[in-house]
């Protein structure tokens, strides 16, 4: 919980690329060209390689798109590219035995590999019935497996949230416990026909549900003796800010525990766009390789698995529930802001508070403090003493875990004015601000905490991917009644745009209209980043609406199960537009669909101008 270690698995052979053990952890992306379109998929690959996939992911809707994955190989090996290529199944078993001889990894979907086509229907099974089920993959699934077996090819399991059968969500609902069953059933079989060389996904757009299964999973494998590896993503994560954010809060969490051994960055982008992203990612966490040790104690009965929100008590507007605040460090004299993600608090340093207007709440340093309506003393750890002294409304001490001695853990239970500001500086800061709130709920200690993070990065992608691994970890294990960001190199406005962003990813404060888009393949029916870009502008300033965006039908409805509003490509041109789970428009031409998606909304009460 507190120390960075690896997690150790299993080695999966695949291509000339193992994957798992100690071997590094991979990076791989996903065409979006057709797969019939040889020289497109060949030139795309290209493009993905040169920018570090480490793995080449196609679609393969049918066994015509399996067959001509051989022809993309050859054309890749002609050009000297030996990047293992893996074909995408959905629905269609016989491609899968035809792409297990062709490629060097098959991805299927328990979902949808045998259990028929999701209807979101709630239908009865009997134990009997159920097991019935059971048998009926094992008797589609085996045949598959010799296939690879035979071919030297690994196998991905990969569960995605928005497609669990009607069978799995009959028994379980739309559960964590839900999508573990749905992969352990077919790693079962995997062990017990002796096949290894597996690798597992388990997939959601919402950041919390994604944690906590992968880390449900990995507790059910470990009693059952499965050290298989694990692919990390973000499904439908969006672009640009949202899209990185996103992805650093769900795969970041995981990877900061020592999960994962390969990672795909979904952004609604061109593929190659992911490479950097992704690799960011992957160095940032491996700088805490052989840390110094961080010494500390869990918290009894904490359940990092489905972590229930610390209880702090309430100061102001801080704490006891009250959505996270966002504080933002002005000290460098930056007043210009983004009215669409105004912070809740300014800390100004040692500026003079009368010289800022008496609308905004101001942090001061201690020493600079003027007994104010809107100005607030900000204190730190040397001067706890004079804390005590100051009769304010709201108090902020900046401490980091070392601060935490039994007379400073004392006056923060006693002083219910006080908000601690905790930062730290150790290279693995998740694990000693991990350590700072468990040693905080052992000393039955209350006080709110603003977790707090300084950076130094010359761009903004790297702040939004850092910030989003160490303080969306810290949000996601229920720690955090605020965040407070800086960082030497960026205007201020889009510091707090991240702090905004960063709170949204782990569905704590909603602060802006949220879009599930998926990142694009062969089987998407639209240009995807233009419909994004026009959805966005149509709707942009729902506040709290969830938008799904989903280029056909293989995920559509179920990862948007979680959105408020879908649009589906139905049919070349043509558009599905959903309320919920439910289709209420099939087929309407594409250059129609923004304009009616809008209808939609306005219809069912959820329009703002």
Same mark, same amino acid.
Request: glycine fraction near 8%; charged fraction near 25%; proline fraction near 4%.
């Given at each position: 919980?507190?120390?960075?270690?690896?997690?150790?698995?299993?080695?999966?052979?695949?291509?000339?690329?193992?994957?798992?053990?100690?071997?590094?952890?991979?990076?791989?992306?996903?065409?979006?060209?057709?797969?019939?379109?040889?020289?497109?998929?060949?030139?795309?690959?290209?493009?993905?390689?040169?920018?570090?996939?480490?793995?080449?992911?196609?679609?393969?809707?049918?066994?015509?798109?399996?067959?001509?994955?051989?022809?993309?190989?050859?054309?890749?090996?002609?050009?000297?590219?030996?990047?293992?290529?893996?074909?995408?199944?959905?629905?269609?078993?016989?491609?899968?035995?035809?792409?297990?001889? %062709?490629?060097?990894?098959?991805? +299927?979907?328990?979902? !949808?590999? $045998?259990?028929? *086509?999701? @209807?979101?229907? /709630? #239908?009865?099974?009997?134990?009997?019935?159920?097991?019935?089920?059971?048998?009926?993959?094992?008797?589609?699934?085996?045949?598959?497996?010799?296939?690879?077996?035979?071919?030297?090819?690994?196998?991905?399991?990969?569960?995605?949230?928005?497609?669990?059968?009607?069978?799995?969500?009959?028994?379980?609902?739309?559960?964590?416990?839900?999508?573990?069953?749905?992969?352990?059933?077919?790693?079962?079989?995997?062990?017990?026909?002796?096949? %290894?060389?597996?690798?597992?996904? +388990?997939?959601?757009? !919402?950041? $919390?549900?994604? *944690?906590? @299964?992968?880390? /449900? #999973?990995?507790?059910?494998?470990?009693?059952?003796?499965?050290?298989?590896?694990?692919?990390?993503?973000?499904?439908?994560?969006?672009?640009?800010?949202?899209?990185?954010?996103?992805?650093?809060?769900?795969?970041?969490?995981?990877?900061?525990?020592?999960?994962?051994?390969?990672?795909?960055?979904?952004?609604?982008?061109?593929?190659?766009?992911?490479?950097?992203?992704?690799?960011?990612?992957?160095?940032?966490?491996?700088?805490?390789?052989?840390?110094?040790?961080?010494?500390?104690?869990?918290?009894?009965?904490?359940?990092?698995?489905?972590?229930?929100?610390?209880?702090?008590?309430?100061?102001?507007?801080?704490?006891?529930?009250?959505?996270?605040?966002?504080?933002?460090?002005?000290?460098?004299?930056?007043?210009?802001?983004?009215?669409?993600?105004?912070?809740?608090?300014?800390?100004?340093?040692?500026?003079?508070?009368?010289?800022?207007?008496?609308?905004?709440?101001?942090?001061?340093?201690?020493?600079?403090?003027?007994?104010?309506?809107?100005?607030?003393?900000?204190?730190?750890?040397?001067?706890?003493?004079?804390?005590?002294?100051?009769?304010?409304?709201?108090?902020?001490?900046?401490?980091?875990?070392?601060?935490?001695?039994?007379?400073?853990?004392?006056?923060?239970?006693?002083?219910?004015?006080?908000?601690?500001?905790?930062?730290?500086?150790?290279?693995?800061?998740?694990?000693?601000?991990?350590?700072?709130?468990?040693?905080?709920?052992?000393?039955?200690?209350?006080?709110?905490?603003?977790?707090?993070?300084?950076?130094?990065?010359?761009?903004?992608?790297?702040?939004?991917?850092?910030?989003?691994?160490?303080?969306?970890?810290?949000?996601?294990?229920?720690?955090?009644?605020?965040?407070?960001?800086?960082?030497?190199?960026?205007?201020?406005?889009?510091?707090?745009?991240?702090?905004?962003?960063?709170?949204?990813?782990?569905?704590?404060?909603?602060?802006?209209?949220?879009?599930?888009?998926?990142?694009?393949?062969?089987?998407?029916?639209?240009?995807?980043?233009?419909?994004?870009?026009?959805?966005?502008?149509?709707?942009?300033?729902?506040?709290?609406?969830?938008?799904?965006?989903?280029?056909?039908?293989?995920?559509?409805?179920?990862?948007?199960?979680?959105?408020?509003?879908?649009?589906?490509?139905?049919?070349?041109?043509?558009?599905?537009?959903?309320?919920?789970?439910?289709?209420?428009?099939?087929?309407?031409?594409?250059?129609?669909?923004?304009?009616?998606?809008?209808?939609?909304?306005?219809?069912?009460?959820?329009?703002?101008?």
């Amino acid at each position: 919980m507190f120390n960075y270690k690896r997690r150790l698995s299993s080695i999966v052979h695949i291509g000339h690329t193992p994957m798992g053990g100690k071997y590094p952890i991979r990076i791989q992306s996903m065409a979006n060209v057709s797969t019939m379109d040889t020289e497109a998929a060949i030139h795309q690959a290209i493009r993905m390689i040169e920018a570090g996939a480490e793995y080449i992911r196609f679609t393969a809707q049918g066994e015509r798109e399996a067959h001509n994955l051989k022809t993309i190989r050859e054309g890749l090996n002609q050009r000297r590219f030996i990047t293992p290529l893996v074909a995408d199944i959905h629905f269609n078993p016989k491609a899968a035995d035809v792409a297990a001889t %062709t490629v060097d990894k098959v991805r +299927i979907n328990p979902g !949808n590999y $045998v259990d028929r *086509v999701k @209807t979101f229907d /709630l #239908l009865e099974y009997t134990d009997d019935e159920y097991c019935e089920e059971i048998e009926k993959i094992r008797a589609r699934f085996v045949p598959f497996l010799n296939i690879c077996k035979k071919q030297g090819t690994a196998i991905r399991i990969g569960v995605n949230h928005g497609s669990l059968s009607d069978r799995i969500m009959s028994r379980y609902g739309d559960t964590p416990e839900g999508m573990v069953a749905s992969c352990m059933e077919f790693l079962r079989i995997c062990v017990e026909e002796d096949f %290894t060389d597996v690798v597992i996904s +388990i997939k959601a757009s !919402n950041t $919390v549900i994604m *944690v906590q @299964t992968v880390r /449900l #999973l990995i507790q059910t494998m470990a009693t059952e003796g499965m050290p298989f590896p694990l692919h990390l993503g973000v499904t439908e994560a969006g672009d640009g800010e949202d899209g990185r954010i996103k992805s650093a809060v769900g795969i970041g969490a995981l990877l900061s525990d020592g999960i994962g051994d390969t990672i795909r960055v979904s952004l609604s982008e061109e593929p190659e766009a992911e490479m950097p992203v992704a690799r960011k990612l992957v160095n940032y966490i491996r700088e805490r390789e052989g840390h110094s040790p961080i010494i500390a104690e869990s918290f009894p009965g904490y359940d990092p698995i489905k972590p229930s929100r610390r209880k702090s008590r309430k100061v102001k507007n801080i704490g006891g529930g009250q959505p996270p605040v966002v504080i933002s460090d002005r000290t460098n004299d930056d007043y210009e802001f983004d009215h669409s993600c105004l912070p809740d608090y300014i800390y100004i340093g040692q500026e003079d508070p009368d010289n800022l207007p008496d609308n905004l709440s101001l942090l001061v340093d201690a020493a600079f403090w003027k007994n104010s309506p809107n100005v607030y003393p900000f204190f730190i750890a040397s001067e706890f003493k004079e804390m005590a002294a100051f009769h304010a409304a709201l108090k902020f001490i900046r401490l980091t875990l070392a601060d935490l001695n039994d007379q400073m853990l004392e006056l923060l239970k006693n002083d219910q004015s006080a908000v601690v500001v905790l930062s730290t500086h150790h290279i693995n800061g998740v694990g000693e601000q991990r350590a700072a709130m468990h040693k905080l709920m052992i000393a039955g200690c209350d006080v709110p905490v603003i977790l707090q993070r300084d950076y130094h990065e010359t761009d903004m992608e790297s702040l939004q991917i850092k910030a989003g691994i160490d303080l969306g970890t810290l949000l996601l294990d229920g720690f955090g009644d605020g965040l407070m960001l800086y960082n030497e190199k960026s205007k201020n406005r889009f510091i707090d745009s991240c702090m905004f962003g960063i709170l949204q990813a782990a569905r704590v404060r909603i602060s802006k209209t949220e879009y599930i888009s998926c990142p694009g393949c062969g089987r998407t029916l639209f240009n995807l980043q233009e419909t994004i870009a026009k959805v966005k502008k149509a709707t942009s300033h729902l506040k709290g609406l969830k938008i799904g965006i989903m280029g056909c039908i293989v995920n559509g409805p179920g990862e948007m199960a979680d959105a408020d509003y879908g649009y589906v490509g139905a049919g070349r041109g043509r558009i599905s537009l959903y309320k919920g789970k439910r289709c209420i428009l099939k087929n309407i031409p594409e250059e129609e669909a923004v304009e009616r998606l809008v209808e939609l909304i306005k219809k069912n009460g959820d329009w703002k101008n």
